[in-house]
């Protein structure tokens, strides 16, 4: 494959670039690039990751995109083996005409089943399905000495558990075994619930082991009404056909920074009038999963400063107070937060070493890019997690200082031997974390 | 529905049989690299072909041609569909210091091309029926100075093509010319991306439903008809200033 560039590549969040050279593979039997003295390697996908986890400044971006041919599809037995840039958008456009679906999903289905690997990503069923590590099957990891590996629960385990959720450093992945899950219908059940406070949320997260699916949004605008929001419990019907999804259409615009009213509502409109009328509904997989992906390039809408996520864990036996806290000093900052996600997590094991997800709660908070403020803020975030015993999702970071990066990834140090020493990403270096 | 595609794992042509693929149809595909042809065979059987067979074959070895369209001709129930999409951009600068370089694109370009597509009207013709899809260029239009050996070689292949549909449209064989601009595919992927490029999805979308309709000549995308149209309208002063 031949190396091109430099070209600079941006995180989905706008607040992250790396300058690097950028490799793209259309065959998977292809060699990986030798970088040129002193420069590393990293997959890329598509390049969804809100931060500089999926950046090598000064190195080669393997670009996995072309990389998307199918390898098979059991319809009988719903076993799926791909090439890993194989994006979940076009996976889901074979599948579910079939009657099968993704077993877990992230909010997007623009990203690669590499990329959803790399991250271990989690769905709003992870009380019941755990992560998306806990049902790939088997991978190829290419390394950067030309061997090929097959990885597996009982082949080079080690290596398999170091590269569910190992963020792309253990080499490319250059196809994966995915089980399915079976649905009879595309459409979903989805009860919308209302509750005017924290405490009233933690009593309504027990409801979730009655459904698949179970995600809450939280008002942390003002103080008066925190911890007021919805809660969405969701379950496959049993009727209704198979309907695949269509096509994005919409391109969002430009706004200046800081203006985000009404394109960003439309986005989210199915989800909203259910948020309106609390009750049963039928809809679509579409808008439940993938709010966002309606909008094609939504993160333009929070303008050219960006935006940053902040998505923690707060880990059982109590989540209550930290999350209280984390709730009153987002609302608290001057700008507030637009988007707040709350989740609880089941305690299915991920077979990944660097899994993010564990039994407690997850919030995931939206910000504009706010500079220094912003910063601020997210230092008061990190003590509350911190003292929590908790962690912060790579995915989604941008700016976590080293300490937090290595207790949010406490089994980093079984993880080093297993790295690939040509690969290396800007939060790697960021946080200073070892390497082999 | 029966596809043989030529050039099988060229980007154009590779996602056309991917659009084809959840329909059920059966493919046979022909290109160079056998690895390659497995690895396309196997992504369409999984997006839902009834099957997809591969034949490695040097396609710019016109004396080959005779057999491979046999081959494409006797699929089971008869050949619906050719797609011959093989095809390379030479190294203008390349060509210039070395003709031998332009003979053999050239050779490869447009003889094999012109040799294919005769080859294949053959069990077209005899069957009565069926669709011949052969993708050219934009820059066959008129030669320009960055690209004018590849221009070349499609300005060969467009003529033939126009021709045989003439010769075709009384057997019931429909001819349709692809004239694509820029696309992301493998053969482009050297050059300086603009706004003009397409993914080359959107243009085997393009060239799916042009062959639906039995459209003659076809641009993709479709403004690519009226720039050619001044293009070719320029007169040699201005030509001069173009890239």
């Given at each position: 494959?031949?190396?091109?560039?430099?070209?600079?590549?941006?995180?989905?969040?706008?607040?992250?670039?790396?300058?690097?050279?950028?490799?793209?593979?259309?065959?998977?039997?292809?060699?990986?690039?030798?970088?040129?003295?002193?420069?590393?390697?990293?997959?890329?996908?598509?390049?969804?990751?809100?931060?500089?986890?999926?950046?090598?400044?000064?190195?080669?971006?393997?670009?996995?995109?072309?990389?998307?041919?199918?390898?098979?599809?059991?319809a009988e037995r719903g076993l799926v083996e791909a090439e890993a840039g194989v994006c979940l958008d076009d996976l889901l456009r074979v599948v579910v005409p079939r009657g099968w679906f993704l077993p877990v999903t992230p909010g997007t289905k623009r990203v690669t089943l590499g990329g959803a690997l790399a991250n271990d990503v989690h769905g709003k069923n992870h009380h019941k399905a755990g992560t998306f590590g806990r049902h790939v099957e088997r991978f190829e990891?290419?390394?950067?000495?030309?061997?090929?590996?097959?990885?597996?629960?009982?082949?080079?385990?080690?290596?398999?558990?170091?590269?569910?959720?190992?963020?792309?450093?253990?080499?490319?992945v250059?196809?994966?075994?995915?089980?399915?899950?079976?649905?009879?219908?595309?459409?979903?059940?989805?009860?919308?619930?209302?509750?005017?406070?924290?405490?009233?949320?933690?009593?309504?997260?027990?409801?979730?082991?009655?459904?698949?699916?179970?995600?809450?949004?939280?008002?942390?605008?003002?103080?008066?009404?925190?911890?007021?929001?919805?809660?969405?419990?969701?379950?496959?019907?049993?009727?209704?056909?198979?309907?695949?999804?269509?096509?994005?259409?919409?391109?969002?615009?430009?706004l200046p920074s800081g203006l985000l009213g009404r394109p960003a509502a439309a986005a989210f409109n199915t989800l909203y009038s259910l948020a309106k009328r609390p009750g049963r509904a039928r809809v679509h997989y579409d808008p439940f999963f993938y709010p966002l992906d309606g909008l094609e390039g939504w993160n333009r809408l929070y303008g050219r400063r960006g935006f940053r996520q902040y998505q923690c864990l707060l880990p059982d036996p109590d989540p209550t107070g930290p999350l209280k806290e984390l709730l009153a000093q987002a609302s608290r900052a001057a700008r507030g937060s637009f988007l707040c996600v709350l989740k609880r997590f089941g305690g299915l094991p991920s077979p990944g070493l660097l899994s993010f997800p564990a039994a407690g709660i997850t919030a995931c908070l939206d910000f504009p890019d706010d500079g220094a403020r912003g910063e601020e803020l997210f230092r008061r975030l990190d003590a509350v997690v911190r003292d929590a015993r908790g962690r912060q999702y790579a995915a989604k970071d941008a700016r976590m200082p080293p300490?937090?990066?290595?207790?949010?990834?406490?089994?980093?140090h079984e993880f080093v031997p297993h790295a690939d020493p040509a690969f290396d990403s800007a939060m790697r270096r960021r946080a200073g974390a070892p390497r082999p | 529905m029966n596809v043989a595609v030529f050039g099988a794992y060229s980007g154009m042509a590779a996602e056309c049989a991917r659009l084809l693929a959840p329909r059920g149809a059966s493919f046979l595909l022909f290109g160079r690299d056998p690895r390659r042809l497995e690895i396309v065979a196997a992504d369409l059987v999984a997006r839902g072909a009834a099957s997809a067979r591969t034949r490695a074959a040097d396609l710019a070895d016109v004396s080959a041609h005779a057999a491979l369209a046999s081959e494409a001709g006797a699929m089971e129930g008869g050949l619906d569909l050719a797609l011959i999409a093989h095809g390379r951009l030479p190294d203008q600068s390349a060509c210039e210091r070395d003709p031998a370089l332009a003979a053999a694109a050239f050779g490869n370009d447009a003889t094999g091309a012109v040799s294919l597509m005769l080859a294949l009207a053959k069990p077209l013709e005899a069957r009565g029926r069926g669709r011949l899809v052969v993708i050219s260029s934009v820059a066959g239009d008129r030669g320009r100075r960055s690209n004018y050996v590849y221009g070349a070689a499609k300005a060969a292949v467009s003529a033939c093509a126009e021709g045989l549909r003439q010769r075709l449209a009384p057997a019931g064989v429909s001819v349709t010319l692809v004239k694509p601009g820029w696309v992301d595919t493998a053969m482009t992927e050297g050059l300086p991306r603009n706004a003009l490029y397409v993914p080359a999805r959107e243009a085997a979308e393009a060239i799916l439903a042009a062959a639906e309709r039995g459209a003659g000549t076809v641009y993709v995308p479709w403004w690519w008809r009226p720039i050619m149209a001044v293009v070719r309208a320029l007169p040699e002063a201005a030509m001069r200033r173009l890239p």
């Open positions: 494959m031949s190396v091109r560039g430099p070209v600079r590549l941006t995180s989905w969040g706008r607040t992250a670039s790396a300058d690097c050279l950028v490799a793209r593979p259309r065959w998977r039997h292809e060699a990986l690039p030798v970088p040129p003295p002193g420069a590393c390697l990293l997959p890329y996908g598509l390049g969804r990751s809100y931060g500089d986890v999926g950046l090598v400044p000064g190195g080669v971006a393997i670009r996995t995109d072309a990389l998307d041919h199918l390898i098979s599809f059991d990891l290419l390394r950067s000495d030309g061997s090929r590996r097959d990885c597996s629960a009982t082949e080079n385990p080690e290596l398999f558990a170091a590269t569910i959720g190992g963020l792309g450093l253990t080499g490319l250059t196809r994966l075994a995915l089980r399915l899950s079976r649905i009879a219908s595309t459409d979903l059940i989805v009860d919308t619930v209302r509750f005017g406070s924290v405490d009233e949320f933690l009593a309504l997260t027990s409801r979730d082991r009655a459904h698949e699916h179970a995600v809450a949004w939280v008002d942390a605008l003002s103080p008066r009404r925190l911890g007021r929001g919805v809660y969405f419990f969701g379950d496959h019907a049993e009727d209704g056909g198979l309907r695949v999804h269509g096509p994005a259409r919409l391109a969002a615009p430009e300490d937090a990066f290595l207790s949010s990834h406490p089994r980093w | -």
